[in-house]
């Protein structure tokens, strides 16, 4: 008799690893995640540098990261294992009058969806939240204390061992080579290398791949990857750890301290090749000199070559995520396109996925704006450039 599962997650990054966890809170225990990759969240997890904010231009991001928070605050006691959630705080530095605009803006539309805490600062203040950064043509700026860090692997980890504890299996190694489905349009089964499992339902979790595995079953899923790399410094004491991540959103350069180290960040045009995370040495030189003119204390830390690294981000149309059914195969549940923000939103996104399986409907968040038809409907979501 071959496998059979009532749900397969196919992804076992964070996000499919919240899935499989949430559906098993939800009492769904005939769940089986499989992975290509011989490692769990050996994709874009692994990769990711572990920011999280609510602070965003748009009232549904800040709605999920507001319920991912709470999440985060009970991983321990629910899930068992710490996040590495801490509250640093996120610092936007405006060196325009337009940028300072657009980040007043985008804290009404935070208010207003409940991040009470998020505030306008002067130059002062930023002074005294990061005094290592340069304060040349700062206007002003934008601080949320809630925001921070916290640890992506442990994340994913402590989910993918207290699913597996309630009997969630896990297949690493195992590559889905196609979704089959039947006359009906649903999906009955999914091929692997090795065996053909029958199934009730699939979820997309494939992350940067998530396109490449929605035509496996003849779906078009609009995501494309994009290359962000990070520069990483030789260990350094010339900024705290506990410094908020600092941001100019100008041009999007940005930097935060991890384990003694200082990664820094700028956004590029993606590679040529969609799915390359390779490191541009002109980009380190570039980065670099960025980094010492706006933080001065950098001036002659040096960057570790072998510690800088490039992952994928899975972008959509409009920077936000997909969350629903796929259009012409209802037992297809798209959890993808989080456009950067998986990690942070992992714990919101798995809760509302695992909702819509087990009880036909999301519960606790309105998140129909997300719905993936939406481009076909003409309803992408509007959202300012700079969050």
Known sequence: ??????????????????????????????????????????????????????????SI??????FAREKLRRFPEEVGADPGYRPCGYLWLARTAGELAALRAAQRVQH????????????????????????????????????????PLAILRGYLDAARRRGVRVR???????????????????????????????????????????????????????RRQVACTAPSSALPEDMPMTLWPGD??????????????????????PFCADVDDGWLREVQSVAVERVPALAGVAIDRARCWAGLYEMSPDGHALLGRAAGCENLILVNGSSGHGVMHAPALGALAAELIVHGA??????????PTRFQEGAAIQAPGLL
């Open 1 to 58: 008799m071959r496998e059979r599962a009532e749900v397969v997650v196919a992804g076992a990054g964070v996000i499919g690893a919240s899935v499989a966890w949430h559906l098993s809170a939800l009492g769904v225990r005939d769940v089986l995640v499989v992975d290509r990759a011989g490692a769990a969240g050996d994709g874009s997890t692994a990769r990711a540098t572990g920011g999280f904010r609510a602070q965003f231009g748009t």
């Open 61 to 66: 991001n800040v709605r999920l990261s507001l």
């Open 112 to 151: 207003e969806a409940g991040l009470s805490e998020a505030r306008m600062v002067e130059p002062a203040e930023i002074a005294r939240l990061n005094p290592a950064a340069s304060l040349d043509d700062v206007i002003g700026g934008a601080f949320c204390p809630s925001d921070g860090f916290l640890r």
């Open 172 to 226: 690493l190694g195992e590559e889905v080579q196609e979704l089959v489905r039947g006359r009906d349009g649903r999906i009955g089964s999914v091929r692997l290398a090795s065996e053909e499992v029958a199934c009730g339902t699939v979820v997309n979790a494939a992350g940067a791949w998530a396109g490449e595995l929605g035509r496996r079953a003849g779906v078009e899923v609009p995501v494309t990857p994009l």
């Open 252 to 273: 999007g350069f940005h930097l935060r301290v991890r384990d003694g180290r200082v990664l820094l960040l700028r956004p590029t045009p993606g590679a040529r090749d």
């Open 362 to 371: 999301v519960r606790s968040l309105d998140v129909r704006l997300l719905e």
